[in-house]
């Protein structure tokens, strides 16, 4: 196992160049996700919100980052930086980690008809959605020979959840446009994929009115009877972005310990709640 990683050391990323987006902390999936690619031998460049860079640099430097970019995705001046730093030192990336997501609170409680303000619905779009088309495009031109994308998503793009509200619907639309992209860049050898993780410990989480009970009834209900694990995570996101992934694309894969397939509950289930 890898010391700082915890995942199996391999070579299945060995030569490959991508962009991890959206680590915030040791919890952040884009975290586990950018570990696993170096575990497997890939490099990785990470790109930070500058308010996060004390606790960004610290974990990208124990698995071998040298190559850090401050990105805001509201900003097109930050967009065109940041990449343009990226072909400067690199000239090319194999494959993009887009882990990227804001509602404000107040659009994430209650109720989803009377909370959500036009302002709210606007600015979870584009940090959401819009970002992963902006960054989509940008990386597709720095892949001449092809490569992978993969956007982190949630069930409730597909089904209403309590106080999701707001994120759920651009947590659709950014599936949605996962297709798109998918259609447009699939000549030009780029594959582009949705990851459907189940409820884990994580900041986004924490910014949830009533998190821990998605996290609790997200174990109570999935087929395994078992919390969402990171390297079940993380090993999604490497068979995407690796020569494994050949073939998929436009895809939104759930890894949920099969949450996201269950119908009614058990009545011994059922009885619990």
């Known amino acids: 196992m890898d010391e700082d990683s915890g995942f199996p050391k391999g070579e299945l990323m060995r030569g490959k160049r991508g962009l991890v987006t959206g680590v915030a902390n040791r919890n952040s999936i884009a975290w586990g996700i950018a570990s696993q690619i170096a575990a497997q031998g890939g490099e990785v460049a990470l790109a930070y919100m500058e308010m996060n860079e004390k606790r960004v640099r610290p974990l990208g430097e124990s698995i071998g980052v040298d190559l850090f970019v401050p990105m805001d995705v509201a900003s097109d001046e930050s967009m065109d930086a940041a990449f343009a730093e990226i072909e400067g030192k690199w000239g090319r990336l194999d494959f993009l980690v887009h882990s990227i997501a804001f509602a404000d609170r107040t659009q994430m409680?209650?109720?989803f008809v009377e909370n959500t303000t036009r302002e709210g619905f606007a600015l979870a779009m584009d940090i959401s959605a819009y970002s992963f088309v902006d960054c989509a495009r940008r990386a597709a031109r720095l892949m001449p020979q092809g490569g992978s994308m993969i956007t982190m998503t949630?069930?409730?793009s597909e089904r209403a959840i309590p106080n999701y509200n707001m994120m759920g619907v651009a947590k659709a639309a950014l599936e949605a446009a996962t297709r798109y992209i998918a259609r447009d860049l699939g000549p030009k050898g780029i594959r582009v994929n949705a990851v459907s993780a189940g409820a884990m410990r994580t900041?986004?989480?924490?910014?949830?009115?009533?998190?821990r009970g998605m996290l609790a009834e997200g174990r109570r209900l999935s087929a395994?009877?078992?919390d969402t694990s990171m390297e079940g995570v993380a090993g999604c996101a490497l068979w995407l972005l690796s020569d494994l992934g050949r073939s998929t694309t436009g895809e939104v894969i759930h890894v949920d310990a099969g949450f996201h397939m269950m119908g009614l509950p058990s009545e011994e289930e059922g009885a619990e709640g």
């Open 109 to 111: 409680k209650g109720s």
């Open 154 to 156: 949630y069930l409730g």
């Open 203 to 211: 900041l986004s989480l924490a910014g949830i009115s009533g998190g």
């Open 224 to 226: 395994m009877k078992e």
